[in-house]
């Protein structure tokens, strides 16, 4: 019942949706409810749970929940963590909201004082950026020469092939579930696999020659304020940009959560860290609400990436 509390589903004047606080209690919630109800944790099945028409993969076990959509270019659209009772890829894309045109609404309350409603202010445009898909993990992209992370954090993505809104074949292999995009010659492989603390994701890949494959890993971090990202034993804040350049994982540390969420990754590639954030109306004018951190790793001339996204098992801590 917790869990139906209507507000984090909807969107009005007063946040709602885009308040990730409640986003993150709901999840908590269902989550905890799941377990109470001693349902079987330990199973693989494929069900339409968005009712749009596709069937999601769901990959299940004591530790985690995964659920991947082949329909978006085989993107993981959760990952929580049961004990910690987070969904760690809680995001919420940057969307066209109609009060960003700070358009007054026409006509006042009966006393003829305006509403809340009728007091539209426009918000910062320069900082309004939308993004053409929604904000899942493991979103492919075939990004051009010259495509850099300015452009990916401002939205431009002339000449940029998003690999998120096509559709990827689904098969059963034995390390896992595999899930192909086929461009007449070009290929992008990933094949998913459910480990008890986290997810791995293993890439082969052939692709247009001057481009290079870009994986997108967008995580949420419930503390933003104080959550750190580390590579290398250097830190920096997760509501911060960061050319990292090569790397070879990263480690998101946040207070909220009971161990640190560590992506090793295998293969050369780059790393771009930027931020993002929303604007919605609120009784105070608007808001700048963190949703999320953006993770993008380009593999120029490579043709096999791996990722391990997963809790520290030897740091978790008794809640």
Known sequence: YRAQCNDAYWHGIFGGLYLPHLR????????EAEDKAGVDLEGVWLEDLDADGHEELILSNGGCLAVIKPSQGGALVELSFRRERVNITDTLARRFEHYHRG????????????????????????????DPLPRYSFMDYLVPKGFSMKDWEEGRWDGVRLLGAEGYSLSQVDEGWRLVWDGEGDLVEKIFRLVPRGIEVFYTFS????????????????WAGNAQVEVGGEMVAATKGRLWGQVGGWICRDPSISAPVEVKLE???ELWQVPFFTFSQSERGFDRIYQGTGFLVV????????FSLALRQEEVRDA
Do not use: F, N, W
């Not at 993150?24 to 989550?31: F, G, K, N, S, V």
């Not at 003829?112 to 900082?127: F, M, N, R, V």
């Not at 692709?207 to 419930?222: N, R, S, Y």
């Open 267 to 269: 293969g050369m590639g």
């Open 103 to 130: 358009e007054e609404v026409r006509g006042q309350s009966g006393d003829g004082t305006p509403s809340i409603h009728e007091q539209a202010k426009a918000p910062p445009l320069h900082q309004v950026v939308y």
């Open 299 to 306: 593999a120029r001339g490579e043709e096999r990436l791996s």
């Open 24 to 31: 993150r209690a709901i999840y908590a919630r269902l989550l």
């Open 207 to 222: 692709i247009p020659e001057g481009a290079a494959l870009a994986v997108g890993i967008d995580l949420h971090m419930p």
